[in-house]
């Protein structure tokens, strides 16, 4: 389980390093796993963060020691950030993939899956590809039965709802700026990261966008 320590780092490079982690949510007796493809920094001293806007009693999260979960309604669905060193500074975890180990109580990933599936359909009823599960903020908090409410302002409970280090290696990332953020409001800012080997499973793969060019708007970078 990822402690408190591992947040109290700069946001940028918590953001980073969470690529390949694992989160891990007991659902009704059954434990769902995704690991983390994508995530953004937020710092209280760019214009792009909610922490910019002041402190309030719906941001208070991120103004709480490192590693305070902060959840809050994008579009009105739910939204999963966590607390790093510095008031108001924060990661999002923007994406993630369905996953199964023998930590996971010999569920398979099938099952895993179908359950995903059951908290997450489509507009329409039907069933969510798997890879479509948790690639977006909103789409990964449905699959994964994280609310706002149940979660916000509190800590990771290895009982029920924690972020898990395997040991898996990211061998290279993307950094790239971040989305949805308005003009203006630091926009250029190159604070998102996704897993190299899993970006076409992202929100949005800078790679794949004939708009963007390697090492300008984006880079890939090998970790050491």
Known sequence: MLKPAFFDRDAC????????????????GT?????????EAYYLTEKGSHASLG???KRKSLFM?????YMYYARGKDSLNIS???????????????FADQAADSDTLNTIIEI???????????????EKLCNGQTLLCRSLDLKVADWDGRQFDKNIFYLDDTGISVDQYIQTA????????????????????????CTSN????????????YRIIKNQ
């Open 206 to 217: 800078p790679m794949s966008k004939k708009s963007l060019v390697a090492d300008v708007d």
């Open 55 to 57: 402190y309030s009693e």
């Open 84 to 98: 790093c060193r510095g008031e108001g500074d924060a990661v999002l975890i923007k994406s993630a993939f369905p």
């Open 13 to 28: 490079l918590v953001a980073q390093q969470l690529l390949g982690k694992i989160i891990r949510r007991k659902h009704r």
């Open 65 to 69: 020691p490192a590693g305070t979960i």
């Open 116 to 130: 995903m599936q059951e908290l997450n359909p489509t507009v329409t009823g039907g069933q969510r590809p798997a």
């Open 31 to 39: 434990w769902l796993s995704a690991r983390i493809i994508e995530t």
């Open 178 to 201: 971040r989305l949805g953020i308005p003009t203006g409001r630091d926009e250029h800012l190159m604070y998102r990261f996704i897993d190299h080997d899993f970006a076409r499973y």
